[in-house]
């Protein structure tokens, strides 16, 4: 028999992480704020009275290491949140690694089993994406790390002594412990719910190159400066974004997406020729050789910009996760705890969004299960999953989470 979760506890304890930073049906817990770490705390107390040791590291994770000796299982998530995010966005992972911790220790057979859970620093991207993951992998150096900046210019440095966590160490992957990384999260997108399934065994999960193109032109008066005397970088960037769009349109295959996420104009008034521009480009795919013909596809269209004026134009690359293949043992652990408490109503499919797993995929063999979300809708207040299928979700990983268990643990 599998460990069972409780449900109530579960919904009970994701409500109340709701609650740090609710706004409506949404939620404002950006990484480092005051609402965040006072979550975080939350969150530790939590874990300890569930019986792990509990810490909030030198870069803000929360670990609940479990007493146990022997090969461990990794599970977590995030608990940070877009500017405008969803409630269950990377705290649904976060609780149910909780529950799963709590169930297990329930369960008199498998209490001797090593679990670790985590909320992981800053997976949104605040100051650095996947700060946390990447802080506990060793993927970047620490100084890297504290050099990142958020949009006020406010370095992880900055942000650390302002928490009080300067003088803490970083919690580190330790190779003879960790064997193996879980993660659960909402599917944040169509596809469960489209095609009538209640879980999601994920097969790989996209990378992402996110770019930032700088327009420098010459501010001036709306009215008095004739078109052909003008270096509008407003008007640059409108035109360079519309042959951004023909082209990655052009090699993008089934899966890709591209996105302009962000357009600032500076100075920003009706009567004035912006001076300058920025815009955000990002796109995804799980091929790598696809994602850096499109990235030379931008360079080559900005380089023709440059060389025609009268603006110029300037490339930085913000962000680059490349993609990560799943374990497929961990995946056939998830597939058969669907199967056994959703038969029928479980698919394999590919992540399109970025998760922590994918940093841990480099260092240790990891896998991610999704559960529906409600209309596709994420990184929004209206973000939402049925508490039933919140729960069905917690108990697959539960059985899965004890297979694997079980598994790393046999003599």
């Known amino acids: 028999m599998a460990p069972q979760i409780d449900p109530e506890r579960l919904l009970s304890d994701l409500k109340t992480l709701r609650s740090f930073g609710a706004c409506g049906n949404g939620v404002v817990r950006q990484s480092f704020c005051d609402v965040d770490m006072a ?29 146990n000796d022997g090969r461990a299982l990794l599970m977590g998530s995030h608990t940070d949140t877009q500017p405008r995010g969803g409630w269950l966005d990377g705290a649904l992972g976060v609780i149910y690694a909780l529950e799963v911790a709590r169930a297990l220790a ?29 802080s506990f992998t060793e993927s970047m150096g620490d100084e890297e ?14 942000a650390l002594i302002a928490v009080g966590l300067a003088d803490q160490a970083p919690a580190r992957l330790e190779p003879e412990r960790h064997r193996a990384y879980l993660e659960a999260h909402i599917e944040q997108g169509p596809v469960l719910e489209a095609e009538g399934k209640l879980i999601g065994v994920v097969t790989s999960i996209v990378g992402v190159r996110t770019l930032t193109l700088t327009f420098s032109g010459q501010q001036n008066h709306a009215g008095t400066t004739p078109m052909a005397l003008r270096r509008d970088a407003g008007d640059a960037l409108i035109v360079l974004a519309a042959r951004l769009r023909e082209a990655l349109g052009a090699l993008a295959a089934e899966r890709t997406v591209f996105t302009i996420g962000r357009i600032v104009f500076d100075p920003g008034a009706d009567s004035i020729i912006p001076g300058r521009a920025e815009m955000s480009l990002q796109f995804r795919d799980g091929d790598e050789v696809l994602l850096d013909r499109m990235a030379a596809a931008v360079d080559r269209l900005m380089e023709e910009a440059n060389r025609a004026g009268p603006v110029r134009i300037e490339l930085a690359e913000s962000s680059h996760l490349e993609s990560a293949p799943m374990d497929p043992g961990l995946q056939d652990h998830l597939a058969a705890a669907a199967e056994r408490h959703a038969p029928g109503q479980w698919m394999r499919m590919p ?61």
């Open 39 to 67: 979550a975080r705390r939350w969150l530790a107390g939590r874990m300890a009275e569930a019986g792990l040791e509990a810490r909030i590291d030198g870069v803000g994770n929360v670990i609940g290491r479990s007493p």
């Open 106 to 134: 329930e369960d008199r057979a498998r209490a001797h089993l090593p679990l670790d859970i985590a909320s992981w620093m800053d997976e949104e991207g605040s100051y650095l994406g996947c700060l946390g993951s990447a």
């Open 145 to 158: 790390i504290r050099r990142a900046a958020n949009s006020d210019g406010r370095s992880v440095a900055d």
């Open 351 to 411: 992540s399109g969004a970025a998760h922590d797993a994918q940093i841990f995929a480099r260092r240790v063999p990891s896998a991610m299960l999704f559960v529906p979300s409600i209309g596709g809708i994420s990184h929004d207040f209206a973000e939402d999953t049925s508490e039933a299928d919140i729960a069905l979700g917690c108990q697959v990983l539960a059985s899965a989470a004890a297979s694997v268990l079980e598994e790393l643990n046999r003599p």
